[in-house]
Nanobody, 120 residues
Framework: QVQLVESGGGSVQPGGSLRLSCAASGSIFGINFMGWYRQAPGKERELVARISSSSITYYADSVKGRFTISRDNAKNTVYLQMNSLKPEDTAVYYC??????????????WGQGTQVTVSS
């Protein structure tokens, strides 16, 4: 029943910007964290950014200073503002969330992924 739906991917030139959105819907009692992973062809999936319920953020070293994660609690939505994009940012970006499906039970969920392509 719980779903994560991503949007905002696309193709941009190096130095460009994109903003990804991920909206969680369904029977959600709370959010422990929401974040973004990415996977490029031939590479392992990596955590890009995450924001917790207490607003603690994490960024991969490769995106620090360029990406910003934020959330809108009222909409159960997390955003990833990506600036100064580089070709090495090209990947499928997956929304990931640990959500409370009951008062004391947390489950992990994944979105379907959205393609980000950075090229000239």
């Amino acid at each position: 029943q719980v779903q994560l739906v991503e949007s905002g991917g696309g193709s941009v030139q190096p130095g460009g910007s994109l903003r990804l959105s991920c909206a969680a819907s369904g029977s959600i009692f709370g959010i422990n964290f929401m974040g973004w992973y990415r996977q490029a062809p031939g590479k392992e999936r990596e955590l890009v950014a995450r924001i917790s319920s207490s607003s603690i953020t994490y960024y991969a070293d490769s995106v620090k200073g360029r990406f910003t994660i934020s959330r809108d609690n009222a909409k159960n939505t997390v955003y990833l503002q990506m600036n100064s994009l580089k070709p090495e940012d090209t990947a499928v970006y997956y929304c990931n969330a640990e959500l409370l499906t009951q008062r004391t039970i947390a489950d992990n969920f994944w979105g379907q992924g959205t393609q980000v392509t950075v090229s000239s």
